[in-house]
């Protein structure tokens, strides 16, 4: 069995890393590059998301082999169909939103329906230890681990590197625990050895991603294979094992959906707010920052093997570790030490939650009016009558070289400033300016931070930078997405003439909007498009 696992273990390095080679070399990947709407990956360059394909392939090319040369293996492995098919059927739906993406209640459905047909052909969680039945349970408690698995892998697959890392130390637990259970070892070290291939070319600076079709590849079959590992065993101890290693997406995924929950934003919605993308700020390099974290979870990993070796009776001491642990590096970051005060946190994001409602309804309104407009150089007045709802001081807008810019009135006071590039250039630019705090002035008569009064009074304030942030954000995705809607029309995005020349060194002119109705209902001096 010994020269097996290094036949399969090979064949899965060399299957991968020819298969990405020939795809660059020759420009197979081409319909797979990055998707104009990806805003939460800290790359902006065009690479390829083809590594799910090509792990796809690779664990076909195993499984062929082991069906060749170790039938007996195949034969005598519980739910093997099941788990394979269920694999590529979630591969496929990953790879359909990397080629044309899906909405997040879409790709949730798809995952539990796929989980679902999992465990109607009998993997699923029955029996823990020797005494607990769940019974009834088993199906919806198999149903949220698999989905779960998937989701944590795609959670982390934000920074080159990461996903892939962690993955290949799941498949190494998965493969030892397999290796006492009998279980899918071949085939979990066949793709140990695919993400080692694949991570020579997913480490920073990437080649390739995973994409969703690979980080649901693998957090399925991770999940998978935890499940059927438990059937000679307690399920206990072959799905607590896994989670050790996996301390660190469960740490994100917890903090994002406390954070997104308690300000009032949707919980599928991408960002770069998750542990990776403040750690890149500290480490101030992606490499750095991968190394760290797998010598990170090269600690867990212990912890997992010593779980699984003690069969459970070491659990207690270890989660008490793992948890000293995570308090130790959580007071050794000046981002995270904040967390420790969850009154003041908890009460901020609640403060916030009103006007990030607001937001959200208003850019909701903005992507709709943009398919009543008859040209796209009509949307701007839109985007100008949101940006002045929602508080912004002024706003620029840049499509093909030309500007349009709107500011509130001569002495409004911007002491914030952000500017957006679209990642699909032909969508132009955003540059927004927060406003003054008209409440709290320092000795200098420069505006400082909001304090409680002002939110108090105002109903929240752009001068509050983590507002400012998250209301802009909301505002250029919402650009985005309607100006893809104009782009798949055929329409080119640009406007119909370089308008007045602002009395100042902008390119455009200057927007002065009337309260009332809705831009887009106005006649506007000089504007293009106005009715």
Not at 121 to 128: D, L, S, T, Y
Request: glycine content about 12%; aromatic content about 12%.
């Amino acid at each position: 069995m010994g020269t097996s696992v290094l036949i399969a273990s090979i064949l899965g390095v060399v299957s991968t890393s020819l298969l990405i080679s020939m795809s660059l070399r020759f420009g197979w990947a081409t319909v797979l590059l990055g998707r104009p709407t990806d805003w939460h990956h800290a790359r902006t360059g065009p690479v390829p998301r083809l590594g799910g394909a090509v792990l796809a392939v690779t664990f076909v090319v195993v499984e062929i082999y082991i069906a060749i040369f170790h039938p007996e293996l195949r034969a005598s492995t519980p739910g093997r169909n099941a788990v394979v098919m269920g694999s590529l059927a979630m591969f496929a739906l990953g790879f359909w939103d990397d080629v044309r993406p899906l909405g997040a209640g879409w790709k949730l459905l798809g995952q539990t329906m796929i989980a679902a047909m999992v465990c109607y052909c009998g993997v699923g969680i029955e029996v823990a230890g020797t005494s607990i039945h769940f019974g009834g349970w088993g199906p919806i408690l198999t149903i949220v681990w698999l989905v779960s698995l998937t989701n944590l892998i795609n959670l982390i697959d934000g920074v080159d590197g990461f996903a892939g890392g962690i993955s290949f130390m799941l498949m190494v637990l998965i493969a030892a625990v397999a290796h006492q259970h009998g279980n899918f070892e071949l085939l979990a070290c066949g793709m140990a050895g695919a993400l080692v291939g694949f991570l020579w070319f997913n480490f920073p600076p990437a080649r390739v991603y995973l994409g969703d079709g690979g980080s649901y590849f693998l957090g399925f079959q991770i999940g998978l294979y935890s499940l059927v590992n438990s059937h000679k065993g307690t399920i206990f101890v072959a799905l607590i094992a896994p989670v050790f290693v996996l301390t660190l997406p469960v740490t994100d995924a917890f903090l994002t959906v406390a954070r997104r929950g308690l300000r009032g934003l949707p919980l599928f919605r991408p960002d770069r707010k998750h542990l990776h993308h403040r750690l890149i700020a500290v480490t101030g390099s992606r490499r750095k920052l991968v190394l760290w974290v797998y010598a990170f979870n090269l600690v867990f990993l212990l912890m997992g093997l010593a779980a699984f070796w003690s069969r459970g009776k070491w659990v207690p001491i270890l989660t008490g570790a793992a948890l000293l642990l995570l308090f130790l590096c959580a007071g050794s970051f000046a981002f995270s030490r904040r967390w420790f005060a969850i009154h003041r946190v908890v009460r901020s994001s609640l403060k916030m939650r009103e006007e990030i409602q607001y937001a959200l309804s208003l850019t909701r309104w903005l992507e709709l009016e943009s398919r009543r407009t008859a040209s796209p150089d009509d949307m701007w007045p839109d985007l100008v009558f949101a940006a002045e709802k929602l508080g912004f001081a002024s706003l620029k807008l840049t499509l093909q070289g030309e500007h349009r810019f709107w500011q509130r009135h001569s002495g409004s006071l911007g002491i914030a400033r952000r500017r957006f590039d679209c990642p699909n250039s032909n969508y132009g630019s955003l540059e927004f300016t927060g406003p003054g705090c008209p409440l709290r002035r320092s000795a200098l008569g420069q505006v400082s931070d909001c304090d409680n009064d002002c939110v108090k009074s105002t109903g929240g304030c752009l001068a509050d930078p983590r507002l400012f942030e998250t209301v802009s954000e909301l505002l250029v995705e919402s650009w985005s997405r309607s100006a893809a809607q104009w782009n798949g029309h055929g329409f080119p995005l640009r406007f119909k003439s370089a308008g007045p020349q602002a009395s100042g060194t902008e390119n455009g002119f200057i927007y002065t909007p009337t309260l009332g109705a809705p831009a887009s209902r106005r006649r506007v001096a000089g504007l293009p498009g106005g009715s």
